[in-house]
């Protein structure tokens, strides 16, 4: 009798949990459908408010189709549709695309503007412009959605979520241990989190964002304050000031806007349109750079050389192959590891990196077939007194591939494996630039050792004839 209970029990149980499991299933698919059908309607809507600054219609905002290995992996986890820009019908190279004026861009000069009494808190605060923007961009989009603004249409169009640094839980950044983009993103969720508390107990209090929110400022919390961020963070580019005037005449200072539509355009390696400031029209300008033939999705290059953790820190993208032009990037603390403890000059070498550590936008970059300049400059410093160049490239190539804690060949067999296909997609994604960066890094430790190697047997061989010549 007990035991018929007992499995009674348990039968309904079980019941119990795969109705629950069915309803949860249900419910996180219902979730979906309604964010990709409310984002759906959002992106009709932008493409008809687009019209007002396309140059032509031969192009529109559509959703991506799932084709490469990138979007097939991060398919599971995805919690919307993803969308692109696509050709409508042939496009020329030299066709102009897209200008979008300076005043319609999400950018410093708009929220001062629009949202005049947060922006002088704002500026009380010290605040870099990037955050102004993330502020203001949470305030269209949850304090002023009942209001008519500019770019309305535009905000209510954006993702819901990004694969960008501050979506990173901590079992998804061990896939980076080694990669210079564990420590970015550490460094970049402790700096935006630290923002946070301090907004949160004094902007976010403010009597103007109660008011303007209606009492309801505790809707900016950390997930609204990330997304504005990553945001910002993904869909930026910097322009010139148009306020801003050198001694010279010319305008100096460079600020970082938003401008619609032109962030719906991908990157890719192989772009098809460029992107350029008008700095005599104050606009945003896309103009193809070859033919583009109907349905195929239009892709813009970056702006500057980037490697693949910074495109995954920043955008969460990760290009699927590597290449000669595929990079990885040296840390300051990589460079402090490589002064031997008995070099007669080490405490001025200590003194140049620390100085190099409050420098901004110094690139260090190596990969497959060039260094960065500035790498190369303090390489040449930093071997002065010890080994020559190539040696101690080869030094630093090697102390950067023992910072990972597993090898090429442990990666190609944890690629096959079922854990692998059962990771999350930033997981996979934090995983496989991983990968690439030991791929990069190994090639150019061999590289380097064959060069030594040339070096060594001319050396040789020069000093043999020296030899043979004496002896004559």
């Not at 861009?105 to 010290?126: A, G, K, W, Y």
């Not at 980076?176 to 976010?204: C, H, R």
């Not at 945001?231 to 305008?251: F, N």
Request: glycine residues 4%; charged residues 30%; negative net charge.
């Amino acid at each position: 009798m007990k035991l018929n209970t007992l499995v009674v029990v348990l039968l309904l149980l079980i019941t119990i949990s795969f109705v629950f499991g069915e309803v949860t299933k249900s419910n996180e698919t219902s979730e979906k459908d309604k964010i990709n059908e409310y984002r759906k309607r959002s992106i009709n809507r932008l493409n008809k408010w687009s019209r007002f600054y396309k140059k032509n219609p031969l192009f529109s905002v559509q959703k991506k189709l799932i084709k490469d290995e990138q979007e097939i992996l991060k398919e599971k986890d995805r919690k919307e549709d993803e969308y692109g820009v696509f050709a409508d019908a042939k496009i020329e190279s030299g066709t102009e695309l897209l200008a979008v004026k300076w005043t319609s861009c999400l950018s410093v000069d708009t929220i001062q503007v629009e949202q005049r009494d947060i922006f002088e808190r704002m500026v009380h605060f010290n605040m870099a412009q990037e955050d102004i923007l993330a502020v203001g961009l949470i305030i269209y989009k949850h304090c002023m959605a009942k209001e008519t603004f500019n770019l309305k249409e535009w905000v209510t169009s954006l993702p819901t979520h990004y694969d960008t640094s501050l979506y990173f839980d901590e079992k998804e950044i061990e896939y980076l241990a080694g990669s210079p983009a564990f420590v970015d993103i550490m460094v970049e969720k402790e700096v935006a989190t630290k923002l946070y508390d301090q907004l949160s107990q004094t902007l976010f209090k403010d009597n103007v964002i109660l008011e303007m929110c209606q009492g309801q400022s505790t809707i900016i919390g950390w997930d609204q304050f990330r997304w504005a961020h990553s945001t910002i963070t993904a869909r930026k580019i910097y322009v010139t000031d148009p306020d801003s005037v050198g001694s010279d005449g010319k305008q100096m200072k460079l600020s970082p806007v938003v401008p619609p539509i032109v962030d719906y355009f991908n990157h890719g390696n192989q772009p098809s349109a460029e992107i350029d400031y008008n700095e005599e029209l104050g606009s945003v300008d896309v103009k193809a750079i070859k033919d583009i033939k109907k349905g195929e999705e239009i892709f813009v290059s970056y702006d500057h050389h980037y490697c693949g953790s910074d495109l995954l820190v920043d955008y969460g993208y990760l290009p699927n192959q590597i290449d000669d032009k595929s990079c990885v990037n040296v840390l300051m603390e990589e460079l402090l590891e490589t002064i031997n403890l008995d070099d007669p000059i080490k405490d001025d070498k200590y003194y140049l990196v620390n100085k190099l550590l409050e420098t901004k936008d110094i690139k260090l970059k190596i990969s497959m077939d060039s260094l960065t300049e500035d790498l190369l400059k303090i390489s040449k410093y930093m071997s002065y007194k010890q080994e020559s160049l190539l040696e101690y490239l080869k030094r630093l190539v090697s102390l950067k591939i023992g910072h990972y804690p597993t090898t090429i060949i442990q990666d190609k067999e944890f690629l096959l494996s079922k854990e692998y296909n059962q990771l999350s997609a930033r997981s996979k994604l934090a995983f496989n630039l991983a990968f690439q960066e030991k791929q990069i890094l190994s090639n150019v430790y061999t590289k380097l050792q064959e060069n030594i190697d040339t070096i060594d047997s001319k050396d040789s061989k020069d000093s043999v004839d020296r030899k043979i010549k004496d002896e004559l």
